[in-house]
C-alpha cells in the first residue's frame, strides 16, 4: 500500500511517499524559514502564498524520486488541522484534487498524530503501548498511546507551549527567529543555577503544564537596573532546565499513572540535546527508555502525514468518498 502524505500547516512544506511494505519512498521538505525571519514569526499570508508556490514543484520531485508520476499512489493523506487556516488550504485543495484525479481516497489527519507516530518511522520503533510526549511550538502535550487511534490526553500546557516559550524567551534576549535552537545553543555555553527561574506547576499534582510565567521571569531578569548581558548563556542555561525539568518530571509523573516504561518523544523541542540527556538519564535509571523520532523527522513534515495516513488506511479508513476540502485550524 502506497500512500502521498501532504503538510502545508504552518511553514513548512512536506511531501512524502509511504509504503507499508518497504517503508519511505521519497520524502520532499522545504522550509519557509528565510521568509518569515524578517518578521519574528510566520506572517500567515506570506506561509500560504509560498506553499502554493512550492507544493506543486514538491510533489513533481516526490512522485519522479518514488518512482510513482503515472499511478500506484492507494491514498493521499494531508494535514486537515490544527494549524493555520490559509496554509491547510492549499495542502487540503492539492490532495483532494490529485485524488479525485487519480480516483483514490483522500484521508485528513491531524498534525499531532503525524508527530505522535513519526518515532515509528525510525529504525527501532517503539512497541504499543507508550507514553508521548508532544513538544512543538503549538503543543505541549502528554499521551497514553495503546495504537494508532487510541490515544488519550493525560495532561496538556494550560498557555504557551513549550517551542513557543524557548522562542519568546529567546526573541526578548535579541536571539532571532525562530530563536529554540539559538537559545539552546548559547545554553551550552552557560551555567545553570547561576540565575534561580521557577519550574512552573512541577508540584501541581497533575499533568498540565504552564510556561508564560517563565518567560515573564526572564523578562524581569533582564530589565533590572543590574542586568549585565555578558551572562546571557548563564540564563539560557537555566531557562533551559527549568523547562526541561518541569516536562521530565511530568513525563515521568505520566509514566508512573499509567505503568508503562516506554516514552516517545515528538515535536520540535524534541530535538533539544539537554532534555534527550536528561530523560534518557531518567529512563534508564528505571529500566525504560526513551524513543525520538529521526532528526530530519522531529520538525513539521510530509513523511509524518503519510505515514499516520498509511496507519488509517491499513485500518480500513476510506475518506468520505466526494470531494470536500476539510480544513480544522483548530483541531
Ligand atoms: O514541531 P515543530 O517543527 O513545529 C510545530 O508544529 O510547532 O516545532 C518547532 C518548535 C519551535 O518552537 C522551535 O524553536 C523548537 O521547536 N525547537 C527547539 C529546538 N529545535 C527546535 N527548541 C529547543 N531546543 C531545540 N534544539
Ligand atoms: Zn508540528
Request: charge should be negative; aromatic fraction near 6%.
Amino acid at each position: 500500500m502506497k500512500v502521498l502524505g501532504i503538510e502545508t500547516s504552518c511553514d513548512e512544506t512536506g511531501v512524502a511517499v509511504y509504503d507499508t511494505e518497504t517503508g519511505l519512498l521519497a520524502h520532499c521538505l522545504h522550509s519557509q524559514i528565510d521568509l518569515h525571519a524578517a518578521y519574528g514569526g510566520v506572517v500567515p499570508e506570506l506561509a500560504s502564498r509560498d506553499h502554493i508556490r512550492r507544493l506543486p514543484i514538491l510533489l513533481k520531485q516526490t512522485l519522479e524520486a518514488a518512482g510513482l508520476e503515472g499511478g500506484a499512489l492507494d491514498a493521499v493523506a494531508y494535514t486537515s488541522g490544527p494549524g493555520l487556516a490559509g496554509a491547510l488550504l492549499v495542502g487540503a485543495s492539492v490532495a483532494e484534487s490529485f485524488a479525485m484525479a487519480r480516483g483514490i481516497p483522500a484521508l485528513p489527519v491531524h498534525h499531532l498524530e503525524g508527530h505522535l507516530l513519526s518515532p515509528l518511522l525510525s529504525d527501532d520503533p517503539p512497541a504499543f503501548p507508550f507514553v508521548a510526549l508532544l513538544v512543538s511550538g503549538g503543543h505541549t502535550q502528554l499521551m497514553r498511546v495503546r495504537g494508532v487511534g487510541d490515544y488519550a490526553l493525560l495532561g496538556e500546557s494550560v498557555d504557551d507551549a513549550a517551542g513557543e516559550a524557548f522562542d519568546k524567551t529567546a526573541k526578548l534576549l535579541g536571539l532571532g527567529y525562530p530563536g529554540g535552537p539559538q537559545l539552546a545553543q548559547l545554553a551550552t555555553q552557560g551555567v545553570a543555577g547561576r540565575f534561580r527561574l521557577p519550574r512552573p506547576m512541577l508540584h501541581s499534582g497533575d499533568l498540565d503544564f504552564s510556561f508564560s510565567g517563565l518567560k515573564t521571569a526572564v523578562l524581569n531578569v533582564v530589565s533590572a537596573p543590574d542586568w549585565d548581558p555578558a551572562r546571557m548563556a548563564d540564563l539560557a542555561a537555566e531557562f533551559q532546565d527549568a523547562v526541561v525539568d518541569v516536562l521530565c518530571a511530568k513525563a515521568l509523573a505520566a509514566l508512573k499513572k499509567v505503568g508503562l516504561k516506554t516514552l516517545v518523544v515528538a515535536g520540535g523541542v524534541g530535538a533539544n540535546r539537554r532534555l534527550r540527556e536528561v530523560l534518557d538519564a531518567a529512563l534508564a535509571k528505571r529500566g525504560g527508555r526513551v524513543h525520538y523520532p529521526e532528526p530530519a523527522l522531529c520538525t513539521d513534515n510530509g513523511a509524518m502525514i503519510a505515514f499516520a495516513g498509511a496507519m488509517r488506511f491499513a485500518a480500513g479508513e476510506r475518506g468520505r468518498g466526494e470531494p470536500a476540502v476539510r480544513i480544522r485550524p483548530r483541531w
